[in-house]
């Protein structure tokens, strides 16, 4: 009984590895961050290596990607991510919540609740593991974006529109 089990769950296990998720490739930067606000080098580099993995249109997957079920966890990372905040259709948006997602950008980094835990447990992504510095430089550049469009903007169109109920 135990190896009729075992079997089917081989056999499940080989299945599933046919059935993947789209991938994350696109890099379409039309819409891109940088089309409209400066990204220093620096800070450019910090948003590649801890943030775009889920919060672009250009995913650089492990090679632990390729195995199922984990692909579709690393899928679903991908796609909330990306409908939270999204690099790389940043300038799509209203300037209202480009200028709130600054905003949720600095909260997020200055709580440490980004880059997740999950992202670099383990060892992974060593390089996502932000120092203190590394995320004053990616607070402060986000303030100034803020900065910017409160200078450049009337104060109005920088408020998020309430929601109806």
């Not at 994350?24 to 039309?30: F, G, I, M």
């Not at 920088?158 to 109920?165: A, F, Q």
């Given at each position: 009984?135990?190896?009729?089990i075992?079997?089917?769950?081989?056999?499940?296990?080989?299945?599933?590895?046919?059935i993947?998720?789209?991938k994350?490739?696109?890099?379409?930067?039309?819409y891109?961050?940088s089309?409209?606000?400066?990204?220093?080098?620096?800070v450019?580099?910090?948003?590649?290596?801890s943030?775009?993995?889920?919060?672009s249109?250009k995913?650089e997957?492990?090679?632990y990607?390729?195995?199922?079920p984990?692909?579709?966890w690393?899928?679903?990372?991908?796609?909330d991510g990306?409908?939270?905040?999204?690099?790389?259709?940043?300038?799509?948006?209203p300037i209202?919540i480009?200028?709130?997602k600054?905003?949720e950008?600095?909260?997020?980094v200055e709580e440490?609740?980004?880059?997740?835990?999950?992202?670099?447990?383990?060892?992974l992504h060593?390089?996502?593991?932000?120092s203190?510095d590394?995320?004053q430089k990616i607070?402060?550049?986000a303030?100034?974006?803020?900065t910017?469009?409160k200078?450049?903007y009337?104060?109005?169109s920088?408020?998020?529109?309430?929601?109806?109920?």
């Open positions: 009984m135990l190896k009729k075992l079997t089917g769950l081989l056999v499940v296990l080989i299945i599933i590895q046919f993947r998720p789209d994350n490739e696109s890099n379409d930067l039309t891109d961050i089309t409209k606000y400066e990204v220093p080098d620096d450019n580099h910090l948003l590649q290596v943030c775009n993995d889920c919060h249109n995913t997957y492990p090679w990607a390729n195995v199922q984990v692909a579709w690393l899928n679903d990372h991908v796609v990306k409908r939270h905040l999204n690099f790389s259709e940043f300038t799509k948006m209202a480009q200028n709130h600054f905003e950008t600095i909260e997020m440490k609740e980004m880059p997740l835990p999950s992202y670099t447990n383990f060892g060593k390089e996502a593991d932000l203190e590394q995320r607070i402060g550049w303030k100034n974006q803020m910017y469009l200078d450049n009337p104060a109005d920088l408020v998020m529109p309430k929601r109806r109920k």
